[in-house]
């Protein structure tokens, strides 16, 4: 009703501030009211959204306008095809009073198998729920949502849409067609200009122009999206201090990185020959996770001279015992690891408070695992292998003050984003993620509806390693280009060659964080934060308190990183206080 010819919008919400409800609410509103009495707008509304949710909107259904008050039908891929083939048949043929159940719930894997028996009814009204996944316009999910016939189409995504351009306007063009034009008037009009005034080069000229884009972009889109911050939420929530810790590698960790990105085949990579890039990132990652995690010596060749006498390997290839499937974790092999052990003694030791331990590999999941079985600390354990029905029976488990467990670990890939993990106030972050949504999802677990301590949360980043560079893609304020990619398989023909340069870099010059040098921070001296911010963007680590290691770690609130003052494992530290 805004603009003509304009159906449609984005529900850019972070997460928290009820999207679900809104979206419920206005299915329910256009079902039952028009300005003719007793009839509705539309007839039929859709939901699309990852099969593990298709049961969770039911229930929201269920929960928000009571049982039986509207018809649902769902459909996620678990029925035998013949069923559900002949259920998709009679939804679409329904019309007027043998509409049973006006509201479709669908996973985007059952829509696109079954799109062309819906495309034959007209639809009222489309709810796209983790409606980033529709930011390449040439994926399988995209061309089949836009063969059905529906003008209304809401977007559901709570993670930030402005890391790049070409997505944000995949995401428009999807909800209000021809908004901007076409992807080629858009790319001329905006996403070019906008772009170069954003690269430190640029002109004054060029940055004008860039600023003049983009306020004039956001006045055309702002009228279709709805993007509130969880800021809202503080005044209802306790304090959260949130903290990227940048750890030292570990002596051992120190040799073996910089004898791989010096080796022939990280050489030739870099000549663009036999290009395996990302076998040789997934390697750099889990060394900065644990040694361990890494086949030693097999996937490193020629470090055996590198490796201590008292490292124990997994196979007897030295003379020394084989550790084995009992093996002890040695967290002194590793700079995050060590301070993660020491950590979860101090938390343990001095107060009662839970804490989420967040990783992006199993693997590194089973080394928490076995340290907190080896220091016999309670521990509750969700990764991709355990049933939707299981994972809430866990979470309930954890949250319960009574429960025995004070560590939950948790796979970041396991589609845990919806998880209320409130039963901890602590929570880390091991390793960084490509995309910055994802690890926002990560991060958000615990401070949330229903919180009654304080919460303090902690990124781990290992110091002049890809870790940091991964995190410089994700975290700088003027992040508008492709650098930052959601799919691993995607990162290879994003990276040019000086970006793969850049990437097999270890920056050992840098005195505590590389990431900070890149600021060039005008609040600090000799690395040293001697002005506040004026004004503090959560988006925006630049702005955050900035703090070098050593004795500037006494002055942070949580004593857990402060009785980190004296052991030079912490290199610098960015801290975001909520209120």
């Known amino acids: 009703m805004v603009q003509s010819n304009a159906f ?24 039952k009211q028009s300005p003719v009495a007793g009839k509705g707008t539309i007839e039929k509304g859709i939901i699309c959204c990852p099969s593990s ?33 002949n259920a998709m048949r009679a939804w679409a043929a ?19 198998m079954y799109a062309p028996v819906l495309a034959q009814t007209p639809i009222g009204l489309m709810l796209c729920d983790e409606g980033h996944r529709l930011k390449n316009s040439g994926s399988q999910t995209f061309v089949a949502l836009n063969e059905l016939n529906v003008q209304r189409r809401v977007i559901l995504s709570g993670t930030p849409i402005q890391n790049d351009l070409s997505e944000y306007f995949s995401l428009i063009n999807f909800s209000i067609p021809d908004l901007l034009g076409s992807t080629v008037e858009f790319r001329k009009n905006y996403e070019l200009p906008i772009l170069r005034g954003r690269d430190a080069d640029a002109s004054d000229k060029e940055q004008e122009l860039s600023n003049q884009k983009l306020s004039e972009l956001s006045g055309v889109v702002s009228k279709f999206i709805i993007r509130r911050t969880n800021d809202i939420l503080t005044k209802y929530l306790p304090t959260k201090f949130e903290h990227v810790v940048f750890c030292r590698l570990s002596p051992m960790q120190l040799d073996l990185y910089n004898h791989f990105i010096n080796s022939k085949s990280i050489q030739k990579l870099l000549r663009g020959v036999g290009s395996q890039p990302l076998k040789a990132i997934g ?32 196979t007897d290839k030295r003379g020394s015992s084989s550790r084995g499937g009992g093996m002890l974790v040695q967290p002194e092999f590793s700079g995050k690891m060590l301070l993660l052990a020491r950590m979860l003694a101090k938390i343990k030791k001095e107060t009662n408070d839970k804490i989420v331990l967040i990783s992006n590999y199993t693997q590194t999941l089973d080394i928490f695992e076995k340290l907190c079985r080896q220091n016999g600390y309670g521990v509750l354990r969700l990764d991709g292998t355990m049933t939707i029905n299981k994972r809430q029976k866990l979470v309930d488990r954890f949250n319960n003050p009574d429960g025995g467990e004070f560590v939950f670990l948790l796979s970041s890939k396991a589609g845990g984003c919806g998880l209320n993990l409130i039963g901890a106030n602590r929570l880390i972050l091991f390793d960084p993620d490509w995309n910055p949504a994802a690890d926002q999802q990560a991060l958000a677990r615990v401070w949330r509806d229903g919180q009654k301590k304080d919460c303090f949360v902690y990124r781990f980043i290992a110091t002049g390693s890809i870790e940091e560079k991964i995190f410089q893609r994700q975290s700088h304020k003027q992040s508008l280009s492709s650098c930052v990619v959601d799919e691993n398989e995607d990162v290879e023909r994003h990276f040019s060659q000086e970006n793969l340069r850049q990437l097999f870099q270890f920056n050992a ?22 002005e506040k911010a004026a004004q503090v963007s959560y988006g925006d680590t630049s702005t955050w308190n900035h703090f070098k290691g050593d004795q500037d770690l006494e002055k942070l609130t949580d004593p857990l990183l402060k009785a980190e003052a004296e052991s030079g494992a912490i290199s610098f530290v960015f801290q975001y206080i909520s209120h």
């Not at 972070?14 to 079902?31: H, I, P, R, S, V």
């Not at 329904?94 to 696109?112: D, F, H």
């Not at 010059?509 to 001697?530: A, I, L, M, P, Y």
């Open 53 to 85: 949710l298709v049961r969770n909107w039911a229930n929201e259904i269920i929960k928000w306008l009571g049982p039986g008050k509207i018809g649902v039908l769902t459909c996620d891929a678990k029925g035998t095809k013949e069923d559900t083939n």
């Open 94 to 112: 329904a019309r007027g009073r043998m509409v049973v159940n006006p509201v479709l719930i669908i996973s985007y894997e059952s829509l696109r």
């Open 8 to 31: 449609g919008c984005i529900m850019a919400d972070e997460m928290g501030l009820g999207k679900t409800l809104q979206c419920l609410t206005l299915l329910w509103t256009l079902l």
């Open 283 to 314: 390697l750099l990652k889990k060394l900065c996770n644990h040694p361990d995690l890494l086949d030693l010596p097999d996937d490193l060749e020629g470090c055996e001279h590198l490796l201590p006498r008292d490292y124990q390997l997994k």
């Open 509 to 530: 010059s840098t005195e505590c964080c590389d990431t900070h040098e890149t600021f060039k921070c005008k609040r600090c001296v000799n690395g040293r934060q001697v």
